[in-house]
Nanobody, 117 residues
Framework: QVQLVESGGGLVQPGGSLRLSCAASGIIFRLYIMDWYRQAPGKQRELVASITSGGSTNYADSVKGRFTISRDNGKNMVSLQMNSLKPEDTAVYYC???????????WGQGTQVTVSS
């Protein structure tokens, strides 16, 4: 049974930081591309950051320079360090694991991030 479990969300003031984590089980983690998505109320889910099995990364323009994605293949975990948070970063954040054999992949349940003073 595949499980992706996100943690680390919460309420933070503008300019603050949060670190999200996603723990994966039931998959050969190192074979998967890991993504962080987010979905704000009334908006479509959008890709925030992605990291390949080899550690290559990509970011949405809106978070470049502020967010950092990383992975630990030994611990089956992917993280998203979020700095200089803005109110527009408020959303539910989801992790996704996918590869060529399973392009839709698996999703976690999401973790809420709220940036507000």
């Amino acid at each position: 049974q595949v499980q992706l479990v996100e943690s680390g969300g919460g309420l933070v003031q503008p300019g603050g930081s949060l670190r999200l984590s996603c723990a994966a089980s039931g998959i050969i983690f190192r074979l998967y591309i890991m993504d962080w998505y987010r979905q704000a109320p009334g908006k479509q889910r959008e890709l925030v950051a992605s990291i390949t099995s080899g550690g290559s990364t990509n970011y949405a323009d809106s978070v470049k320079g502020r967010f950092t994605i990383s992975r630990d293949n030994g611990k089956n975990m992917v993280s998203l360090q979020m700095n200089s948070l803005k109110p527009e970063d408020t959303a539910v954040y989801y992790c996704n694991a996918h590869n060529i054999g399973n392009p839709r992949g698996w999703w976690g349940q999401g973790t809420q991030v709220t940036v507000s003073s």
